[in-house]
Nanobody, 120 residues
């Protein structure tokens, strides 16, 4: 099993910044794509940003230029730096990772979620 532990959420004023972290642990043979999703009350869970093992990134249009995703492969950790936060960024943010636990077995795991609230 692969577990994802998120940290870094909280309450911030509009225009402020937060940094989320997500560390993967467990039976990891190979870690492929890692990403962040978010879900606001009454809405579906949407992709915010993703990053491949080689460092190629992808962002939702709504966060381009404000958020930056990065990863430390040695620590099996992905980060999300969020700048110029807006009230509409308020949501529960979930980390996701996929990869292999062996040559024959894959996984896709989710973190427990961390609340981000942008409000004055």
């Amino acid at each position: 099993q692969v577990q994802l532990l998120e940290s870094g959420g909280g309450l911030v004023q509009p225009g402020g910044s937060l940094r989320l972290s997500c560390a993967a642990s467990g039976s990891i043979f190979r870690l492929n794509d890692m990403g962040w999703f978010r879900q606001a009350p009454g809405k579906q869970r949407d992709l915010v940003a993703s990053i491949t093992s080689g460092g190629r990134t992808n962002y939702a249009d709504s966060v381009k230029g404000r958020f930056a995703i990065s990863r430390d492969n040695a620590k099996n950790t992905v980060y999300l730096q969020m700048n110029s936060l807006k009230p509409e960024d308020t949501a529960v943010y979930y980390c996701n990772a996929d990869g292999l636990t062996s040559w024959l077995s894959g996984f896709s795991s989710w973190g427990q979620g961390t609340q981000v609230t942008v409000s004055s």
